[in-house]
T-cell receptor, first 111, second 115 residues
Framework: QKEVEQDPGPLSVPEGAIVSLNCTYSNSAFQYFMWYRQYSRKGPELLMYTYSSGNKEDGRFTAQVDKSSKYISLFIRDSQPSDSATYLCAMGLITGNQFYFGTGTSLTVIP | DAGVTQSPTHLIKTRGQHVTLRCSPISGHKSVSWYQQVLGQGPQFIFQYYEKEERGRGNFPDRFSARQFPNYSSELNVNALLLGDSALYLC??????????????FGSGTRLTVV
């Protein structure tokens, strides 16, 4: 069983839509959760991070963690064409030596 | 302030050859991690180096090795290249505070093609 599962999509939405991206994980010890955005042929860029269950908001982005279900989500409000990218969830122990990544969800926002 | 720099950006090698990839972390970051990203997949952990010592190794064969220099830059070496080593190799720089890693800043990667 993979440490992290993520639906690869692809996901295609019209501009202005609300986007929901999700990951599940198997290791209940994971305590640190991140979302990265990766444009084509570039390295991943850290979007958001959170430690605990609940919601964290940053502009149009909201990260949600449900540790009891081992499920995390990223919501994008008022999606823009510039949001078109691959979104990677990542997680692990904050004192660990590595983070575990999902396979990434490819998102296209159509103008 | 420079971000994470990796070189070269692209590389084509023949099966059986050796390759060296280089990374300079963000100034002040003492931890460098290497990840392999195969097309359509998420990054897979190869190594972490912190304060010039190996602190973690992923499930990769001994053909993969790395080191970190006194200035915290790092090299990833891969021997006896296989076609399956074709991937984007990402270097990640981290600020470790009190043993805690608050996330990575990635470079743009080195795209390695083995033919």
């Amino acid at each position: 069983q993979k440490e992290v599962e993520q639906d690869p999509g692809p996901l295609s939405v019209p501009e202005g839509a609300i986007v929901s991206l999700n990951c599940t994980y198997s290791n209940s010890a994971f305590q640190y959760f991140m979302w990265y955005r990766q444009y084509s042929r570039k390295g991943p860029e850290l979007l958001m991070y959170t430690y605990s269950s609940g919601n964290k908001e940053d502009g149009r982005f909201t990260a949600q963690v449900d540790k009891s279900s081992k499920y995390i989500s990223l919501f994008i409000r008022d999606s823009q064409p510039s949001d078109s990218a691959t979104y990677l969830c990542a997680m692990g122990l904050i004192t660990g030596n590595q983070f575990y990544f999902g396979t990434g969800t490819s998102l296209t926002v159509i103008p | 302030d420079a971000g994470v720099t990796q070189s070269p950006t692209h590389l084509i090698k023949t099966r059986g050859q050796h390759v060296t990839l280089r990374c300079s972390p963000i100034s002040g970051h003492k931890s460098v991690s290497w990840y392999q990203q195969v097309l359509g997949q998420g990054p897979q952990f190869i190594f972490q180096y912190y304060e010039k010592e190996e602190r973690g190794r992923g499930n990769f064969p001994d053909r993969f090795s790395a080191r970190q220099f006194p200035n915290y830059s790092s090299e990833l070496n891969v021997n006896a290249l296989l076609l399956g080593d074709s991937a984007l190799y990402l270097c990640a720089s981290s600020l470790i505070l009190q043993g805690r890693n608050y996330g990575y800043t990635f470079g743009s990667g080195t795209r390695l093609t083995v033919v």
